[in-house]
């Protein structure tokens, strides 16, 4: 089963508290996940804590799943860092950002498990 | 047992400035007044990952090598570059951004900072539009209504509202929260939201929609409004915007809902536009609410230095400025950069997959305490002091207030300041050489 989702990261106080700690587990528990409210974890038959995989035209991403009520229906949140931007677009529509929130993306459950920040970074290299 | 008081947060752009430190045997042992995000500054330096020594990597490795080799490295880099980046430095001291622009300079270098990827469309708006702002001295000590647009300071910024807006005690507003209206536009249920007196809960991308309806009422014309904009039901587009004539000051803060979401800068500008109607009719102002601790400072050091606030292309030997065309991920992005320099700042972490593709191709000098996931692309590898801890420096908050921050304890790093300018004496050498 997959869902069609509009993507956006933000900061977390979590996430904040780990931009000089990047290199801590504490930074992957941090931002590692993708946020749906509950109804959408039920359409994709998904509990916390289990990977999802979400894939836009710029990318695919593996993250833990996670419920916040406070999410409509059909928004994603995974916070500011290196899972994000894995999916985000890099597209500044002429005026410098990249678009960082408002990504139609897909979401399913996967048998993957998310990818540690070196690992993730790692890819870039050898691309 | 020394402890200073009044020491200002090098985090994010609230920049406390009442925190204070308890030093023992160098080491920070105390932290008072600080938020979750200031005790892991202040308290994470002794628990993060330090990068302890300068590096360089051969075969694939990050290897340690000796400061001035670090340094000839990372000048030969810069020298042997025709299109350098220099990016970030808004982590650090407005000294140290002077010298980066210095550096920039010489090089020929296009510098941007990290309002690239934050509250660059602010600064595009303002140039546009303007942004009738005020210090937040006058926010605390007036604002009885107070928006949050597209922003979460529970999360971001936790101690703004307790000490400069919702929940703050002052002059004219000695009841605090109970004497403030306190609004929240978003696209979810945020922990800030659940503290307003009302949320607005608007479709993502949608913002420009909503602030130009606002505007439309404000000046008399609510006839045109449909039934539901931005999926807001008219009443309370009308409910708010009422709520905005009648306030004896308004404040909007915004965030990265505003300058990430669709119509980016054109948000900013709509909003400036708002701001201009609502003073029709009362006093109301608008403030970035900025997340880097100091890139509020980097923009003014820039702007009087060159005349434009980022992403500023010297190649042509003297400040060019267009940041669709010269803004760091527009430059990655169109793989235009042979070579970049990146301090303070951790784009690896927090640009768009296209643009550290490029990154990962070319020559990377890294400038910062920390490892980070810029250290797993960096070829060149310089640790530096933390800047409100280590070493003491110019700060300027985010209503573009000048702060001094402290230096707490000794350290063995170098600050960013002193780093760019055995750079940019080295560069001038290899120059002369060549």
């Not at chain 1, 410098?96 to 139609?104: A, H, Y």
């Not at chain 1, 498990?113 to 290299?125: D, N």
């Not at chain 2, 250290?375 to 530096?384: F, G, H, L, Q």
Request: net charge negative; aromatic share 6%.
């Amino acid at each position: 089963m997959k869902i069609k989702a509009n993507l956006i990261s933000g900061r977390t106080a979590d996430q904040g508290a780990h931009l000089e700690a990047k290199t801590h587990k504490g930074y992957f528990d941090a931002c590692a996940y993708c946020e749906l409210n509950s109804a959408d974890l039920e359409r994709l038959g998904a509990s916390e804590g289990d990977s999802l995989k979400v894939t836009t035209e710029f990318g695919e991403v593996v993250v833990f799943a996670k419920a916040n009520e406070g999410n409509p229906e059909g928004l994603a949140f995974i916070p500011m860092g290196p899972w994000a931007n894995a999916v985000l677009s890099p597209d500044t529509h002429g005026c410098g950002m990249p678009g960082f929130k408002g990504v139609p993306a897909e979401i399913e459950v996967t048998d993957e498990k998310p990818l540690e920040m070196k690992a993730l970074m790692r890819k870039y290299l050898e691309d | 047992m020394p402890v200073i008081k009044d020491a200002v947060c090098s985090l994010c752009g609230s920049l406390c400035d009442d925190i204070t430190v308890t030093v023992e045997d160098n080491k920070i042992t105390k932290i008072e007044n600080a938020c979750i995000l200031g005790q892991s500054k202040f308290v994470g330096m002794f628990k993060h990952d330090r990068i302890e020594t300068p590096m360089i990597r051969k075969d694939g490795e990050l290897v340690p090598v000796p400061y001035e080799e670090a340094i000839e490295a990372a000048a030969k880099i810069l020298v042997n570059s025709r299109r350098t980046l220099s990016y970030g430095w808004c982590s650090t001291s407005c000294e140290a951004v002077s010298g980066a622009i210095q550096l920039a300079e010489e090089t020929g270098s296009v510098i941007d900072s990290t309002a690239n990827v934050c509250h660059g469309p602010t600064a595009l708006a303002a140039q546009e539009k303007g942004a009738p702002s005020a210090t937040l001295g006058e926010i605390k000590n007036r604002a009885d209504v107070i928006i949050f647009w597209g922003c979460n300071p529970v999360h971001a910024h936790p101690r703004h509202m307790v000490r400069y807006s919702s929940f703050s005690k002052g002059l004219f507003t000695e009841k605090g929260r109970k004497g403030r209206k306190m609004i929240v536009v978003d696209v979810r249920k945020t922990d800030t939201a659940k503290l307003a007196d009302s949320y607005i809960e608007i479709e993502q991308g949608s913002d420009l929609l909503l602030v130009t309806a606002l505007r439309s009422i404000v000046n008399g014309h609510e006839d045109v409004i449909p039934e539901t904009i931005a999926g807001v039901p008219k009443a309370e587009v009308l409910e708010l915007a009422e709520t905005l004539k009648n306030a004896k000051f308004v404040c909007i803060f915004f965030g990265m809902g505003v300058t990430q979401s669709r119509s980016k800068y054109k948000n900013g500008d709509a909003m400036s536009s708002l701001i201009s109607d609502l003073n029709q009719h009362t006093k109301a102002v608008m403030i970035g609410m900025r997340g880097h601790y100091n890139v509020t400072g980097f923009g003014q050091v820039a702007t009087w230095e060159t005349g434009f606030p980022m992403a500023i292309d010297f190649s042509k030997g003297y400040p060019y400025y267009n940041p669709g065309e010269t803004g760091a991920n527009d430059l990655l992005v169109r793989g235009e950069p042979d070579a970049a320099i990146i301090a303070a700042a951790d784009p690896g972490a927090h640009f768009p997959q296209k643009a550290i593709r490029h990154l990962a191709k070319i020559p990377v000098i890294q400038i910062d305490p920390y490892a980070n996931p810029t250290t797993e692309i960096a070829d060149v590898v310089i640790p530096s002091a933390i800047v409100g801890i280590e070493a003491e420096g110019t700060a300027y908050r985010m209503d573009a207030i000048s702060l001094r921050m402290k230096k707490l304890i000794e350290s063995k790093f170098k600050t960013d300041e002193e780093i760019v300018k055995d750079l940019t004496a080295k560069v001038r050498e290899l120059k002369r050489g060549a």
